[in-house]
């Protein structure tokens, strides 16, 4: 699934295309992803001008001179494709913007969403309540953290995968600012020393943002809206590499968790 890093790619992406212009077209091909188009998204966005552009967690944020805001979600093989040579069998929603340039959100397993909210309730927007804070913003501090685990017993690796606790991260990025910071996934968050949530504060911040300068990481179906493919995974230091060097020179390993695979190297990180 695209995680943090691939959506805000994304995004910027779409930018430098949609920045400014007018929506002449807007077309459904099918009714519906993992839940319904908004019935009537045709109405509201054709005409409409592009005004500002934003993430919040996993979901991207298309906004107009209509006060409308677009926001979709890629899911698990979602990505947009810009002036396609032609509109494939996936490509379930088209723009079309006054310049003729075109954009398809093509989506193979249709897990992803669109939806359309007014800007001043994008606060309430349902999977927006209960967010916690973004982890590239001002508010995700040492503090913060070490207020929001006090006491809990929950591996370290989960409350970061919480959204209620830091909004828009991944399994991918979890395990690799942990391997940057030290600790173990599985030690209990409570028990973590303001001193080392200081630390993790960093190399989230630090893995995000280097993932995001190499435009993500490529995973089955996700590429950028321009057809490139992200290559922060040549650069990581723990997932996808069981039984490699970390560059303590022990082994890393992996531990199936919950469908999930935790990479870790048992020398380093305690």
């Not at 030290?182 to 504060?201: D, M, Q, S």
């Amino acid at each position: 699934m695209p995680e943090l890093p691939e959506v805000e790619t994304t995004v910027r992406g779409l930018q430098p295309v949609l920045d400014g212009r007018r929506l002449v077209r807007v077309e459904t091909r099918r009714a519906d992803l993992r839940r319904a188009f908004p019935i009537d998204l045709r109405q509201r966005l054709t005409g409409a001008r592009v005004t500002g552009f934003g993430r919040r967690a996993k979901y991207g944020l298309i906004e107009t001179d209509r006060d409308d805001v677009m926001i979709f979600h890629l899911g698990m093989s979602g990505r947009w494709r810009i002036d396609p040579s032609e509109i494939g069998t996936h490509d379930h929603l088209i723009l079309e913007t006054d310049e003729g340039r075109i954009l398809a959100l093509c989506d193979p397993r249709r897990f992803g969403s669109v939806d359309l909210v007014r800007q001043e309730s994008l606060g309430d927007f349902p999977a927006f309540r209960t967010l916690g804070p973004e982890p590239l913003g001002a508010d995700f501090t040492a503090a913060y953290l070490a207020k929001a685990i006090a006491g809990r017993l929950a591996p370290i690796k989960a409350l970061l995968l919480d959204q209620k606790v830091v909004a828009g991260l991944g399994n991918i990025y979890v395990c690799e600012a942990l391997n940057m910071a030290g600790i173990e996934p599985a030690r209990a968050g409570g028990e973590i020393a303001k001193a080392r949530l200081a630390k993790l504060v960093a190399a989230i911040r630090d893995v995000l943002a280097s993932a995001i300068a190499a435009g993500g990481s490529t995973l089955r179906d996700y590429a950028r809206p321009d057809g490139e493919l992200g290559y922060f995974s040549k650069q990581w230091r723990v997932y996808g590499r069981e039984g490699e060097s970390c560059h303590c020179g022990a082994m890393i390993e992996r531990r199936p968790e919950g469908g999930r695979s935790t990479f870790f190297c048992p020398k380093c990180q305690r």
